[in-house]
Structure formats: structure tokens, C-alpha cells
């Protein structure tokens, strides 16, 4: 594995946060395409293809990367930024939408997580990026958002975002958490994790918490998200007024007495 980049961070903001990091010279850090927010002079980018890590395996080891972001749904490429000046710089990369970045040091929760595939921002060089299959039937054919998911591995900073706040759990053995499936983040790979259906036709199809929830049992560390993007796009798309609703109070008492005695 290639040698870990020993970065230095500061993370700003507090709704829509950036982390910005310093790189000694000769230092690197890889992030998602588009994640960039400004660099200073003396920094670097190149976009490569696969993960970034730095693993010499050769076009064979790149393609492998590369084919595994694939299956996640993630760009083939990677952009690498790296110092290449005499002094100290730093780079920083923003998230996507509302919420926190989640620091985690690979090297302290056992060189392994597993993270949803939309959650990655950004890592030390030397960190690989690879998948996570579950073997669980149920997680497989109904879990959605778990059955594929990023495996990073390495001893250095990975930088995660989740929607809104951060729940951060440390599970006991045999400690069980049911949870929303958006709402999970990461975890490590000691924690059991499958998908469970809703007991109970009534809650299933009336209760609004979908026909799944994930479980995950200890023991292990776990990162859960109070805002899921998917969840966020849905109540956006809600309330984006239709054909012929302009200018109509949606969200609103008058809105709705409106829709009534218009027949929608």
C-alpha cells in the first residue's frame, strides 16, 4: 500500500462547511471531481484515472480502481492536488449541500471504513478507495443504499460529509441500532449491518418511514446523518409548485384551502 500523506486540516463554516487543507511540500490530497473550492499558488491538480492512492500496480491496477468507482456510481477519475512549492499550502474542498464534515484517521478505527457511496470528499494521498460488498440477501435486493458501498482503507485522514448533523455511535457487542437507510454514513467493518423489513402492513405503507430500515449491530463505531440528500431532494421536489401554480402559497394554510376549492 502506498505511504499515507500526513495532512493538516481546519474545518470552517457551520450549516455549509469546507475543510481546508495544509500540505507540506511534496505532500498530496485526493478528492472527487468538482470538490475543489480554491487552492493557493504553488498548488498543483492533476486528474487521474482510478482512486489516486498511489499505488505503482501498473494500467491493470488503475483500471481495477477505476472499474471499482464505477460500480459505486462514482466518476472514474480522481483529482489529485499536490504541493509542489518550497513553503506550507493549502487547498480546500467544500461540501455539496447542507451539513458536516466528518474527519476520521483511518489509522485510529483499525485502517477500514465502510461509507456510503455519495459521502466521500476527500483523503490524504495514499488512502485507496475501494468497495464493500454485503452479502446479506435482504440488504442486496431491498437495502438500496447499502448493498455497494465504499471501502477506504489506509492509516491516514479521510474526509466524509454527512447531511445536517452527525450522530456518532460507539455500539457495544451485540448492541443493535435500527435506523433509516439514508441516515447511515459509516461504519466500521466490525459492525454487522443488513436491512430489515417494516413489521406491520399498516406501518409499512402509512407510517412515512419507508418499507425498510437498516440494522446495524455492534460492535463498532458508526456515523449517522440527520439529513439524507435523497431525503432532502424529495421534500424539494414537493414543494416545487406545479403547472399553473405560480405564485401560490404551497406550504401554507391558504395554499391548501386553495387546492381544495380549485378541486386538486
Not at 476520521?104 to 495514499?126: I, M, N, P, T, Y
Not at 443504499?145 to 457487542?173: C, K, N, Y
Not at 461504519?187 to 443488513?194: N, Y
Request: proline content about 4%.
Amino acid at each position: 500500500m502506498a505511504k499515507m500523506h500526513e495532512i493538516d486540516y481546519q474545518i470552517h463554516g457551520h450549516t455549509t462547511q469546507y475543510v481546508e487543507v495544509e500540505l507540506d511540500p511534496g505532500e498530496a490530497v485526493v478528492a472527487e471531481p468538482g470538490g475543489m473550492m480554491y487552492m493557493e499558488d504553488g498548488i498543483g491538480m492533476e486528474t487521474v484515472f482510478g482512486d489516486g492512492s498511489g499505488d505503482r500496480s501498473g494500467f491493470l491496477g488503475a483500471l481495477v480502481s477505476a472499474g471499482k468507482r464505477l460500480l459505486t456510481g462514482e466518476s472514474l477519475f480522481t483529482t489529485v492536488f499536490y504541493n509542489q512549492a518550497q513553503q506550507k499550502r493549502r487547498v480546500a474542498f467544500a461540501a455539496p449541500y447542507p451539513g458536516t464534515i466528518i474527519p476520521v484517521h483511518l489509522a485510529e478505527v483499525g485502517g477500514e471504513l465502510w461509507a456510503q457511496k455519495d459521502s466521500f470528499l476527500c483523503a490524504a494521498r495514499g488512502v485507496s478507495l475501494g468497495i464493500a460488498f454485503n452479502r446479506r440477501i435482504g440488504t442486496g435486493l431491498f437495502g438500496g443504499e447499502g448493498f455497494i458501498m465504499q471501502r477506504l482503507q489506509g492509516d491516514g485522514w479521510v474526509f466524509l460529509h454527512a447531511g445536517g448533523s452527525v450522530a456518532e455511535r460507539t455500539l457495544l457487542p451485540g448492541e443493535v441500532l435500527r435506523i433509516d437507510t439514508g441516515c447511515v454514513v459509516a461504519f466500521q467493518p466490525t459492525v454487522d449491518f443488513d436491512i430489515q423489513f417494516a413489521r406491520g402492513i399498516k406501518s409499512a405503507l402509512f407510517g412515512g418511514e419507508g418499507l425498510f430500515f437498516a440494522v446495524l449491530k455492534g460492535p463498532g463505531r458508526v456515523w449517522l446523518q440527520s439529513l439524507p440528500l435523497s431525503r432532502m431532494a424529495d421534500r424539494l421536489a414537493a414543494a416545487v409548485p406545479g403547472p399553473g401554480r405560480g405564485g401560490r402559497e404551497e406550504g401554507s394554510v391558504l395554499g391548501g384551502l386553495g387546492r381544495m376549492l380549485d378541486g386538486d
